[in-house]
Structure formats: C-alpha cells, structure tokens
C-alpha cells in the first residue's frame, strides 16, 4: 500500500543537507531523479579490510573550490557497481550505506563515492533517497532552509587545497 500524498515532503531541485555519519553540517545537493543513487564528491578513496569486512576511507570537501572543513570518512562498502554518467561514460565505483537529513528528515541512502570536482554540486541526491517520503518541486529551491550566511560566507571563495 502506498502512503497517502500529504505525507510527502516537498523539496525544491537544489538543498542543504547534512551528513551526520560525516559529521558535515552543511553541503549543497542537487535533487536527481534521474539518478537511481545518491553520489558524493570524493577524493583519496582507499579500500581496506575491518574485522574481516571490506570498508572504504575517503576525504570530502563539503564547500567547492576549498578544502574549509575537510573530513576523512571510514565507512563498510555496501557494494561496487557500474555506473553511467550523465556523459555516458562508464565507472566502477564504491557504494557505502550513509544517513542523509534533508529538509529536517533523515533517511538512510545508498550513496556512491566519485570525484565531482568538476561539477556544480558535491552531492547529488537520487531516486532511492527521494522515494523515502519527498516530492520534487522543480521550479522552487532550498525549501528546507539554507546554511546560515556566517557560514556560507566563511566558506566562500576560498582556494582548494
């Protein structure tokens, strides 16, 4: 069974998020529902092995074009798969299970692990996120608030290290 429509959280193409598991506050996503999972900007991903499980060490930068409140993240690899981006080239990447709050809400997403340097979000948030309760409101953004502007300002224009 469904759940009724007015259970649903609107959110706009763009939001703030936060990674709790990451310990990032703040980091500006754009809403794909073109994509089957979320993606995260991520650099120096290093496989290793805990406890006889496979798991993944990555550094993240939430801000672009700077390396303000960089982290490392370890997290277990939920899997690795083949994906085919927007440019329809092909890329075997590491997909871990991470807690995504958007607009208030946190949801469990599988989020895979790629250098988005180059791109205009370090995070896309995608399909299996989305069903978790929200419906996209193309024409509006950042329905669940923004960072604060001491924050943003803090962040901004600095050069990547």
């Given at each position: 069974m469904?759940e009724p429509?007015h259970s ?5 193409w763009?939001e703030?998020v936060?990674?709790?598991d990451?310990?990032?506050?703040w980091l500006?996503?754009?809403?794909d529902t ?9 650099f120096?991903i290093e496989?290793?092995?805990r406890d006889g499980?496979?798991w ?7 801000w672009q074009?700077?390396?303000a ?13 083949r994906i ?6 092909t890329?075997?990447r590491f ?8 607009h208030?809400?946190p949801v469990?997403a ?5 250098n988005r340097d180059e791109m205009?979000?370090?995070m896309l ?7 978790q ?8 953004s950042?329905?669940?608030g923004?960072?604060p502007?001491e924050v943003?300002?803090r962040?901004?224009g600095?050069?990547?290290?």
């Open positions: 469904t429509l649903n959280t609107i959110i706009g763009r703030w936060s990674l709790p990451a310990d990032v506050e500006k996503a754009k809403i073109g994509a089957r999972s979320s993606a995260l900007h991520a120096e496989q290793f092995e499980a496979e993944v060490r990555f550094g993240i930068h939430p074009r700077t390396g409140d960089a982290r490392t993240v370890e997290l277990p690899v939920h899997d690795r798969r085919r981006s927007s440019t329809g080239h890329q075997q997909v871990v299970l991470m807690r995504i709050v958007l208030g809400r469990t599988e989020v895979t692990l790629t205009g979000f370090r948030v995608g399909r299996q996120a989305l069903r309760g929200f419906l996209v409101d193309t024409k509006r950042f329905v669940g923004r960072a502007k943003r300002r962040n901004r600095r050069v990547e290290v």
